[in-house]
């Protein structure tokens, strides 16, 4: 039964941005419900098993373990205890069309020695550029991940006009960025493209992004012993063990308006749940068409925000193994510049993609059986566009995902295939109600948004907040937490004043 004198928050979604906001919450002595439309906890943190393969649907990278950490001990717990990780080594594996390839790792000394096709000049190169982008980080860690400020603004009025418009190398790209520090051609690609993180161009996207190489070889990238999923599961155990209520399989239809307020949520079912307030974890324009009732008229004001990329996401069960392949591996477009505008720009599915291949097996061998692999495929491609891209257009490009493949060393890849799903932009909407299907939230363009989402405060009513991807600090695992612990921290700080 539910007491009356605790205040009361409704979440929208049982994804990371809400699991962020939901801890805190319930910890502060908060009464907490989620309720998510889909079968689990975790929103794209996802499970596929299948003839003894296991296949995790949606991230596959675990970076800022300290995020997960500081979450688990607002509520007095241990990350370790709830969900086991071991570090990768290297980060991941680099192919070319010229038969290189160069292993990452997270200091340039062992990248370069270990690699032959790079230079002591290289590793001078790269020493810089990691200098630089740390830089970054500490002068944006505290008004950005800390505080969690929304916009340009914000972090001008917090650092002063001068740190805003060259501390953070604002005028430039990210690969402007690079390419100031990063002679060598593939090493300067490989770095160009951490912007997968947040499912962008590196030629559109702000410079102040290239604080992700600095994250990864500062912090590391982890994997989840038993696969991502487990992630998620450990996750689940924290929220029940602080009395969170967990709806699955119950979808929200409404948000419950009255003036600069909302009352709480309507379900599909048309039963109604009263709260303080809610907390979205349904995207900033899904939520606002869907739950709110906007017009496309209204969601103009929103249009900075554009999708991030979708992908065509491939899971392949084999009946072989490739020892070649690392834990983590990319194989590169031949013209990266041209595959970013194809998919960036002109919005079309890419001739020649970078390529995304997850080999877990490599780490963990209960992922696929003795003699086997299970792998995870994905190049970025277009959001659904309007007309969409036909099933014909994702089925050839499937085609030369394969073709390249085969041609850069995975040599017979079609005729050791026991084990295939699929997935396309229109999947990932429909399963998530992602804007388009975007799997990174909002896209990261310094033309279009300086590199920022969408605020996570609402801007009609005083008690509801967005957290997820959509909103800064933006996609990827760690920060979608992190909004959601930012939207806590400001509904803490606040929980006596007129606002909540």
């Known amino acids: 039964m539910s007491d009356p004198s605790r205040k009361k928050?409704?979440?929208?979604?049982?994804?990371?941005?809400?699991?962020?906001?939901?801890?805190?919450?319930?910890?502060?002595?908060?009464?907490?419900?989620?309720?998510?439309?889909?079968?689990?906890?975790?929103?794209?943190?996802n499970l596929l098993?299948?003839?003894?393969?296991?296949?995790?649907?949606?991230?596959?990278?675990?970076?800022?373990?300290?995020?997960?950490?500081?979450?688990f001990a607002t509520a007095g717990k241990s990350f370790a205890d709830y969900v086991p990780t071991r570090p990768l080594l290297p980060h991941w594996?680099?192919?070319?069309?010229?038969?290189?390839?160069?292993?990452?790792?997270?200091?340039?000394?062992?990248?370069?020695?270990?690699?032959?096709?790079?230079?002591?000049?290289?590793?001078?190169?790269?020493?810089?550029?990691?200098?630089?982008?740390?830089?970054?980080?500490?002068?944006c860690r505290h008004s950005y991940f800390d505080l969690g400020l929304d916009t340009a603004w914000e972090m001008t009025r917090h650092h002063g006009l001068l740190t805003a418009l060259f501390g953070f190398d604002l005028f430039a790209s990210m690969d402007a960025g690079v390419g100031r520090y990063i002679h060598h051609p593939q090493l300067r690609a490989?770095?160009?493209?951490?912007?997968?993180?947040?499912?962008?161009?590196?030629?559109?996207?702000?410079?102040?992004?290239?604080?992700?190489p600095y994250i990864q070889a500062e912090f590391g990238l982890l994997y989840v012993d038993g696969g991502l999923f487990e992630l998620a599961r450990g996750l689940r155990r924290l929220l029940e063990e602080l009395g969170v209520t967990i709806h699955l399989k119950t979808e929200v239809a409404a948000i419950l308006q009255d003036g600069r307020r909302v009352l709480g949520i309507r379900l599909a079912d048309g039963s109604e749940a009263a709260a303080d307030l809610v907390i979205s974890n349904m995207e900033v324009i899904p939520a606002h068409r869907r739950l709110l009732g906007e017009t496309q008229g209204e969601l103009r004001?929103?249009?900075?925000?554009?999708?991030?990329?979708?992908?065509?996401?491939?899971?392949?069960?084999?009946?072989?193994?490739?020892?070649?392949?690392?834990?983590?591996?990319?194989f590169f477009s031949g013209n990266p510049r041209a595959h970013f505008r194809a998919v960036f720009r002109d919005k079309k599915l890419p001739e020649d993609p970078t390529i995304y291949l997850v080999a877990p097996a490599r780490t963990d061998p209960s992922q696929a059986p003795k003699g086997c692999e299970n792998l995870k495929i994905l190049p970025h491609i277009p959001y659904i566009q309007d007309p969409p891209?036909?099933?014909?257009?994702?089925?050839?490009?499937?085609?030369?995902?394969?073709?390249?493949?085969?041609?850069?060393?995975?040599?017979?890849?079609?005729?050791?295939?026991?084990?295939?799903?699929?997935?396309?932009?229109?999947?990932?909407?429909?399963?998530?109600?992602?804007?388009?299907?975007?799997?990174?939230?909002?896209?990261?363009?310094?033309?279009?948004?300086?590199?920022?989402?969408?605020?996570?405060?609402?801007?009609?009513?005083?008690?509801?907040?967005?957290?997820g991807g959509?909103?800064?600090?933006?996609?990827?695992?760690?920060?979608?937490?992190?909004?959601?612990?930012?939207?806590?921290?400001?509904?803490?700080?606040?929980?006596?004043?007129?606002?909540v």
């Not at 003894?52 to 500081?70: A, R």
């Not at 490989?190 to 992700?212: E, H, Q, T």
């Not at 017979?412 to 939230?441: C, F, K, T």
Request: include cysteine; charge should be neutral.
């Open 9 to 45: 928050a409704v979440i929208i979604g049982a994804g990371l941005g809400a699991i962020g906001a939901a801890v805190p919450l319930a910890a502060a002595g908060w009464q907490v419900e989620l309720f998510e439309k889909n079968d689990h906890v975790g929103g794209k943190l």
């Open 49 to 71: 098993r299948k003839d003894g393969f296991s296949f995790d649907l949606g991230p596959s990278i675990l970076t800022m373990p300290q995020v997960f950490e500081q979450l």
């Open 93 to 139: 594996r680099n192919f070319f069309e010229d038969g290189t390839h160069i292993d990452l790792y997270p200091d340039a000394k062992r990248t370069v020695e270990l690699n032959p096709a790079l230079t002591a000049a290289d590793r001078a190169d790269l020493e810089r550029f990691l200098t630089y982008s740390r830089g970054i980080y500490e002068k």
């Open 190 to 212: 490989i770095l160009d493209f951490f912007v997968k993180y947040v499912g962008s161009s590196a030629f559109d996207a702000p410079a102040v992004l290239n604080l992700l």
């Open 301 to 330: 004001r929103f249009k900075r925000f554009e999708p991030a990329c979708s992908g065509l996401v491939l899971h392949l069960g084999l009946d072989r193994e490739y020892p070649q392949l690392a834990h983590h591996n990319f």
């Open 389 to 467: 891209f036909s099933p014909e257009a994702y089925a050839a490009l499937k085609e030369r995902v394969l073709d390249k493949l085969e041609r850069m060393g995975l040599e017979g890849l079609r005729r050791h295939i026991v084990v295939e799903q699929m997935w396309v932009p229109e999947d990932i909407e429909r399963l998530y109600y992602s804007n388009r299907g975007a799997i990174y939230g909002v896209v990261s363009d310094r033309w279009k948004n300086l590199g920022f989402k969408a605020p996570k405060k609402s801007d009609r009513f005083a008690n509801l907040y967005f957290v």
């Open 470 to 499: 959509s909103v800064n600090p933006g996609g990827g695992m760690p920060m979608a937490l992190l909004s959601g612990r930012q939207v806590a921290d400001r509904i803490l700080q606040t929980s006596t004043s007129e606002e």
